[in-house]
């Protein structure tokens, strides 16, 4: 529902991950998620993954947004220190994590990123209060 939204918003969506381009189209063709992203950059289209700012950067420069206007949200500390180091909006997500020491990567993060979310109904709520949904079709 929460990408739909975005979608339904005119809200650029990207994709970035360290895993290769096979999988991750598998995965979102299987997952049913590969509409809802304008891009979807993956570890073999990068010289350098983060937390190197290349991934971001170049996700930014597709989408045509400035980096003040993005929204990086990542599950892994070097999520949040790649969106700081552009200038973008860092959110870390901590829902759905299997860290083996969780604890002393997300004191880290806790302190990098500008907000924390613990589920996608605290997320998808915190992005109702700052994008508004799209108008009823007439």
């Known amino acids: 529902a929460t990408l739909g939204r975005l979608r339904a918003a005119g809200v650029s969506l990207g994709l970035s991950t360290g895993k290769g381009r096979f999988t991750t189209d598998s995965t979102l063709r299987h997952i049913r998620l590969n509409e809802y992203f304008d891009f979807v950059l993956t570890g073999d289209d990068v010289t350098c993954n983060k937390p190197d700012p290349e991934p971001l950067l170049r996700m930014i420069a597709e989408t045509g947004c400035a980096p003040a206007e993005t929204l990086m949200v990542g599950d892994a500390l070097a999520d949040v220190r790649c969106a700081r180091v552009v200038g973008a909006f860092a959110a870390l997500a901590l829902w759905g994590r299997k860290d083996t020491r969780p604890e002393e990567k997300d004191a880290l993060a806790r302190r990098e990123a500008h907000a924390l979310f613990s589920s ?19």
């Open 120 to 138: 996608v109904g605290e997320f998808d709520a915190w992005l109702s209060e700052r994008i508004p949904a799209p108008p009823a079709p007439a």
